[in-house]
């Protein structure tokens, strides 16, 4: 990217402004300027504010990476506290619906013009912002490496379409190659380290896209229910931070997801499909820039294809709308914590934001730096931190008064706010674990000890002995670090060091503690803590060919570095595989992650036909007690709200005669449900015979509704 002028950039961040006022305008007149509109206003909330506020702190010196995640951290930070103060402000001027355009409108006008004012009063004579990137080479030798990355984001775009439409899964199984394939190209140098950082970022991205995009609604569990908040904020133009509800004391979907909604005239289904994994996608992008700094090109880019190989990364995080945001700030956050080109009154700033809308948007994943950053702080100001040769002196988070602010914020948070629910939720927690320490490695109370010792088909077998061989090479490479340190050779950064060690530990709590890994899930657990164990399972790796080498070299025969480098590309890529599921599509086992591959697997996601009989169920079942099993209950909940899911013993207790049951395409074709046995077991119950009779009320050919008529069978 050539150097920007900063006045040439205020006069393009004012024709913007100019252009929103324009489209808002022409939309008043019926004019609506499709896909226009929306760029517009893309850029207008996720880049103008960001770009102002970086421009008044006047931070020099920053690499274009920097600079591209802060702006868009700091704009959503801005949209995020202009959503906030609105909600309290505009009732007081008799403005009773603040979250709806024109208010916002007026408000982010406010805003940037005033900013834009401050950025020309600072400017400097000779003032320019330098963001230089040497990923697309001008010269014809870069272009297909360029083509090579533009036909994945197609095809993690026509793939998904394909699959859903006709059936048809090759497209996602070529893009799950292709995906695979690039690794070996690095590991054989085909591809220039210039392009490493693009390439990631177009990895993240079509990964995501291949699963977010499988079908014209959302799919998940959790994120049916921030879809059902953050409608019924649009609805009524208002947030109330009253409501008991967990998600609803998150403004990455009361306050966030309704500004792009509103602003873009975007549904918020794509909103979650498209633009939040974007935000995601940027989070390796960022652990790039982490990992590069403290080691090497290459292993900052196997890291990072480690991070998104994880099946958690594409498979969960896209129903998990609350913390892919979270993850983006936290990564933000990392960013800082390596970042040399800062000065110490800016840094502190920029961590004190990202912090607060870490909290802000995703309790678990707040908990958990927090938690995470106490035992950081435990092991660099104790005895031990002298033995690792670990220097406090440069630390950004640890040293300062930073993380009793964090946590002073999280508590008034998470106390004041939803009437305390999130706060409720973590002492329950904390009680739940204290009460079942005699229960510490069981499988009937740690999620994390149960799949590790659960009897598995074949190919699941594979694959967590994989996933056990990451964590042991994990475990390896922190060790070899540790012992570098005691040498002076290390390169990693002290305070990612510490928080390291601390999110190693947690990862252990996981299996060790009960209910602690199940409170948030272990994969989403263990992905968090991948943000900083990454690049130690690539240390790990490294450190057992070096081994092997010692042992080879007495038969006068070693593996080179450029071998080595092959030999991880070819373990990462037949870890994907399996994360991906490719391997069970083809030899038709069970994963939860063929659903990207195959129509016919059961999982949280509905067709057309079922989203119709979805519908109709709200319409007219407004006062009946509504039942779905697993998956399909939690899609109803984020249209009706109100559904119970069927367990074992509503099977002979749904009797009511108001009682529906909702029946989804998978239910009907394979005359299956399935039911929740207990908080860690689901099954399918073949043909299950209800206690009453049930009369059909309602058929589509792919949903069906049941009403209990009060006889018995």
Not at 473 to 487: A, S
């Amino acid at each position: 990217m050539n150097n920007w002028n900063s006045r040439k950039l205020l006069i393009l961040i004012i024709s913007i402004q100019i252009a929103v006022w324009g489209l808002i305008g022409l939309n008043s007149l019926g004019i609506n300027l499709v896909v226009i509109y929306q760029i517009t206003f893309f850029i207008y909330v996720t880049f103008v504010p960001g770009l102002l506020i970086l421009g008044i702190m006047k931070i020099r010196g920053l690499s274009f990476v920097e600079t591209f995640l802060f702006t868009i951290g700091l704009s959503l930070a801005i949209g995020m506290l202009i959503g906030f103060v609105s909600t309290y402000f505009y009732p007081f001027v008799g403005i009773s619906q603040p979250l709806s355009k024109i208010p916002l409108i007026i408000s982010y006008s406010v805003f940037d013009i005033l900013l834009i004012i401050l950025n020309f009063i600072y400017l400097e004579k000779n003032n320019s912002v330098k963001k230089k990137i040497n990923v697309i080479s001008s010269s014809n030798e870069g272009l297909p490496i360029v083509l090579y990355l533009f036909i994945i984001i197609i095809l993690s775009i026509l793939g998904p379409l394909l699959l859903q439409y006709f059936n048809n899964n090759i497209i996602q199984i070529i893009l799950i190659l292709i995906i695979g394939f690039f690794s070996i190209l690095v590991a054989f140098k085909r591809i220039p380290s210039k392009y490493y950082l693009i390439g990631i970022f177009t990895l993240s991205l079509a990964l995501l896209y291949h699963t977010s995009l499988i079908s014209t609604h959302i799919w998940g569990a959790d994120i049916h229910h921030e879809y059902y908040l953050a409608n019924s904020i649009l609805e009524h133009g208002f947030w109330d931070p009253h409501i008991y509800d967990n998600t609803n004391a998150m403004l990455s979907i009361g306050i966030l997801a309704s500004i792009y909604s509103i602003l873009m005239n975007l549904n918020i289904v794509w909103l979650f499909k498209v633009i939040y994994p974007f935000v995601f996608s940027l989070v390796p992008v960022g652990l790039y820039f982490v990992y590069e700094k403290q080691s090497n090109q290459k292993i900052a880019f196997f890291s990072c294809f480690f991070f998104i190989s994880f099946f958690a990364f594409y498979s969960v995080m896209p129903g998990l709308a609350r913390q892919e945001i979270a993850e983006f700030f936290l990564t933000l956050m990392l960013v800082l914590m390596v970042s040399k080109n800062i000065d110490r009154f800016n840094k502190t700033i920029l961590l004190i934001i990202f912090g607060c809308c870490l909290v802000v948007s995703h309790y678990g994943t707040s908990y958990i730096f927090l938690f995470s950053m106490i035992l950081a702080w435990l092991i660099a100001f104790s005895p031990i931190s002298k033995k690792l040769k670990i220097n406090t002196n440069s630390m950004s988070l640890l040293k300062s008064m930073y993380p009793l602010i964090l946590i002073v914020f999280a508590m008034f948070w998470y106390i004041y706010i939803s009437n305390a629910s999130v706060f409720e939720t973590a002492v329950k927690l904390g009680n739940n674990i204290f009460n079942s320490l005699s229960e510490m490695l069981s499988p009937t109370t740690s999620q994390a000890m149960d799949i590790a010792l659960a009897k598995l088909p074949y190919l699941q077998s594979i694959e967590r002995y994989l996933h056990l061989a990451t964590q042991s090479f994990i475990l390896i490479g922190i060790v070899k670090v540790l012992y570098e340190d005691r040498k002076g050779v290390s390169k990693i950064n002290d305070e990612f060091k510490v928080f390291s060690l601390s999110s190693f530990t947690i990862a252990l709590a996981g299996v060790i503690l009960p209910f602690f890994a199940s409170a948030m899930n272990s994969d989403r657990l263990y992905g968090i803590t991948l943000l900083f164990l990454a690049p130690f399972c690539i240390k790990g790796l490294l450190t057992c060919i070096e081994a092997l080498n010692a042992i080879f070299k007495s038969f006068q025969t070693t593996i080179d570095i450029k071998n080595s480098w092959i030999l991880i590309s070819i373990f990462f890529t037949i870890y994907f595989i399996f994360n991906s599921s490719l391997i069970y599509e083809v030899f038709q086992q069970p994963k939860i992650g063929r659903f990207a591959l195959n129509n016919n697997v059961d999982f949280a996601v509905v067709n057309s036909r079922e989203l119709r009989g979805i519908r109709w169920l709200k319409d007219n079942c407004v006062n009946n007690e509504k039942y779905a099993d697993v998956y399909r209950g939690s899609v109803v909940l984020g249209i009706t709200k109100n559904i119970r899911e069927i367990n074992i013993s509503d099977i002979q207790n749904v009797k009511c005669n108001d009682d529906v049951i909702f029946l989804g395409t998978y239910n009907l074709k394979n005359q299956k449900i399935l039911v929740r046995e207990s908080w860690n077991t689901i099954k399918y119950v073949k043909k299950p015979i209800f206690q009453y009779k049930l009369n059909e009320i309602y058929y589509n050919d792919g949903s069906s509704i049941l009403l209990v008529d009060g006889e018995k069978n």
